[in-house]
């Protein structure tokens, strides 16, 4: 049986859905934090080891802070 993770989040208010909803005027944004090993669910360091975030990867990947495909884009 496959791990279902994902699910809909407000970014302003956090408060979470399983189905796609507004909030506070905008749609919430729909993440997927991977199975409970991946490492998408870890927070992100820099190369040199440094904590860049206590965010875990998943959630600045949904919001647009860093890429799938694992690339920083901001």
């Known amino acids: ?21 507004r909030c506070h005027d905008h749609n919430m944004v729909l ?18 080891g440094k904590l860049r975030s206590q965010a ?3 959630f600045l990947e949904g919001i647009g802070w860093v890429a799938a495909d694992g690339k920083d884009v901001h």
């Open 56 to 58: 875990p990867r998943w």
């Open 1 to 21: 049986m496959k791990f279902v993770s994902a699910f809909y989040l407000c970014p302003v208010c956090f408060i979470a859905s399983e189905h796609q909803d």
């Open 31 to 48: 993440f997927d934090p991977g199975n409970p090993e991946d490492f998408r669910r870890k927070p992100l360091f820099t190369t040199q």
